[in-house]
């Protein structure tokens, strides 16, 4: 939950309704349920291939083939020690026991919290979740990040789930989509 994917004009890559689940997602953390609340932070080099200005002619939202796969390009977001990578600032941090970071590496994307888009790299997390754990998921966005990581989550806990008062996704339709395959997949989604 990042500015630029929040705060509407100034954010570089907005996320519809994400401004409206601050509240939920504060509720969330506030609630006795739970023992850990863990974050994680898109944090790009400036020079990050996933940005379409390192690509002659492309446009953001163009795709383009990369060593493990299609990467969709997007505007210039969360660059590390930039106002558009800071937690937005109601959420409430101070619960937060960890931050993951991902993304740092110029050449790979990471959507998931848990590995890099080549599904090889693992950012960490994966070792700080107990098999039996209920791991709830919210944030940004949808048919992404969020979708990915509850997926990779399946690898690490037994009960996966997105709970979706405090989500928000880019497009209706590939969030439609995500949520679909998080439900086959075998996370829970709670309504
Ligand atoms: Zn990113």
Redesign the pocket.
């Known amino acids: 939950m990042q500015n630029d994917f929040i705060v509407p004009e100034r954010g570089t890559l907005v996320v519809p309704g994400a401004l409206d689940i601050i509240s939920n997602i504060n509720t969330f953390i506030h609630s006795r349920e739970y023992d850990v609340i863990l974050a994680c932070q898109?944090w790009?080099p400036v020079n990050?291939k996933?940005f379409y200005t390192e690509w002659n002619g492309k446009n953001p939202f163009d795709q383009v083939e990369m060593p493990y796969g299609i990467q969709t390009l997007?505007p210039v977001?969360?660059v590390q020690g930039s106002w558009g990578a800071e937690i937005h600032n109601g959420i409430d941090q101070t619960k937060f026991k960890f931050l993951i970071r991902k993304?740092m590496n110029p050449e790979i994307?990471?959507y998931s919290a848990f590995f890099e888009n080549d599904k090889i790299t693992a950012t960490g997390l994966g070792s700080l979740i107990p098999r039996n754990a209920q791991l709830d998921c919210v944030g940004v966005a949808t048919d992404f990040c969020l979708g990915s990581t509850a997926l990779d989550a399946l690898k690490f806990c037994n009960n996966v789930r997105v709970l979706a008062k405090g989500i928000a996704g880019i497009t209706e339709e590939s969030s439609a989509f995500m949520l679909e395959e998080l439900k086959k997949s075998g996370v829970t989604i709670v309504t």
Do not use: E, I, N, V
Request: net charge negative; aromatic share 10%; charged share 20%.
């Open positions: 898109d790009h990050h996933s997007w977001h969360t993304g994307d990471s």
